[in-house]
């Protein structure tokens, strides 16, 4: 119960931009359990013809690895907090450099 919740909980925030690098941090924990389900218990190969192997969630496991490195984008609807402080120091520089090149 508490997994299935917490990969809707996952998606909804890669989906929606909320907090995307936790989410997919989150994401990929629950892939590797699944992998490692698929590969010891279930003992699939990696492509299986009958089923799916575990190559579908080592996909998944990429993509969010991806996200999680570059970041939710600029069109987040929460990002990083370190992304939040990192835009206001942005602006600070960039408006403090413009009243000095008014003088």
Same mark, same amino acid.
Request: net charge positive; proline share 2%.
């Given at each position: 119960?508490? %997994? *299935?919740?917490?990969? =809707?909980?996952?998606?909804?925030?890669?989906?929606? *931009?909320?907090?995307?690098?936790?989410?997919?941090?989150?994401?990929?924990?629950?892939?590797?359990? =699944?992998?490692? *389900?698929?590969?010891?218990?279930?003992?699939?190969?990696?492509?299986?013809?009958?089923?799916?192997?575990?190559?579908?969630?080592?996909?998944?496991? =990429?993509? &969010?690895?991806?996200? $999680?490195?570059? *970041?939710?984008?600029?069109?987040? $609807?929460?990002?990083?907090?370190?992304?939040?402080?990192?835009?206001?120091?942005?602006?600070?520089? &960039?408006?403090?450099?413009?009243? %000095?090149?008014?003088?």
């Amino acid at each position: 119960m508490f %997994l *299935g919740a917490s990969e =809707v909980a996952g998606a909804l925030g890669l989906a929606f *931009g909320v907090f995307t690098q936790w989410a997919a941090a989150g994401l990929i924990i629950i892939m590797f359990g =699944v992998i490692c *389900g698929k590969v010891v218990k279930w003992k699939t190969g990696f492509w299986v013809e009958k089923a799916s192997g575990w190559r579908y969630g080592s996909m998944f496991v =990429v993509m &969010n690895l991806t996200i $999680l490195c570059t *970041g939710g984008g600029h069109i987040a $609807l929460l990002p990083m907090p370190s992304q939040l402080v990192r835009g206001h120091q942005q602006k600070w520089t &960039n408006a403090s450099s413009s009243k %000095l090149q008014e003088r």
